[in-house]
């Protein structure tokens, strides 16, 4: 069986057809689909959607760092609040973001340090979202390692210096359907890193795998960025299956 370890199966781009979405995810051999969170707005729907499928979907807790704005502080002794209410398996998604917009770069940062705490005091791993800030992030988790601390850097697209950065620091590496992209550079770096370090995700419906570039992502497709990262690896698919999984049940704690 797959896991995907990413994917926002329950924003309204799924509304439609969500459980057709799962029913394909299923049928593909993806039996676990973990729930990143976005802000206090989506935690009603992903809540719901992993109460309608139990064993399938596991919500996370956390505020998306495109999401923290001037009233970080309150959004977050909110979301505190939440996070005893509910078996979560992970504070995510939490991170910085430079790409869109820099003026909460601070906020950004101070956000994320306080969801590490959250996740540290509770024993359980981040789910991490970089963009535009790889050595930055890096450098901040640095600041914050531990043995209490660990998780996935998530769609990682960084180089390979960066990647053993990352692994030295205990961090698994999220890969998805970037990995099919040919000017990615991603194949690249994965074929030199130990598969015991890697996990598989979507990021539904976001960034898809080719040959669904360009259109709605979704968990369906793990099997796809399995295979492809068998290619780059030289590795037996099935070993990505096998090992993967087992990469994503030791840092979520599932069964």
């Known amino acids: 069986m797959y896991i995907d370890t990413h994917a926002h199966l329950y ?4 509304d439609e057809d969500r459980d057709e979405v799962i029913a394909r995810a299923l049928e593909a051999g993806v039996e676990k689909m973990l729930l990143p969170n976005i802000d206090l707005a989506t935690v009603p729907a992903m809540l719901h959607l992993a109460k309608a499928y ?26 505190k609040k939440l996070l005893d209410e509910e078996p979560y398996i992970a504070v995510g998604e939490i991170g910085i973001d430079l790409y869109w917009d820099k003026t909460y770069k601070y906020q950004q940062e101070q956000a994320f340090f306080e969801q590490i705490e959250w996740a540290k005091e509770r024993a359980l791993p981040i789910a991490v979202h970089i963009r535009e800030a790889m050595d930055y992030t890096l450098d901040l988790l640095a600041e914050v390692q531990g043995d209490d601390l660990r998780g996935v850097l998530h769609c990682f697209t960084g180089d390979y210096r960066q990647a053993v950065r990352a692994l030295d620091m205990g961090f698994y590496l999220g890969i998805g359907g970037v990995l099919t992209y040919k000017k990615s550079g991603l194949r690249e770096v994965c074929a030199r890193l130990p598969l015991e370090s890697l996990l598989l995700e979507t990021d539904a419906p976001f960034l898809p795998p080719v ?14 960025i399995a295979k492809a990262l068998a290619e780059a690896m030289q590795r037996d698919v099935a070993d990505i299956e096998e090992q993967t999984t087992r990469n994503a049940r030791a840092l979520f704690g599932l069964a």
């Open 211 to 224: 040959p669904y570039r360009g259109k709605r992502n979704e968990s369906a497709y793990i099997p796809i």
């Open 54 to 79: 139990p064993g399938h979907c596991y919500p996370m807790l956390g505020l998306h760092p495109t999401d923290v704005k001037a009233d970080y502080r309150e959004v977050l002794a909110e979301m």
């Open 11 to 14: 924003i309204d781009r799924f």
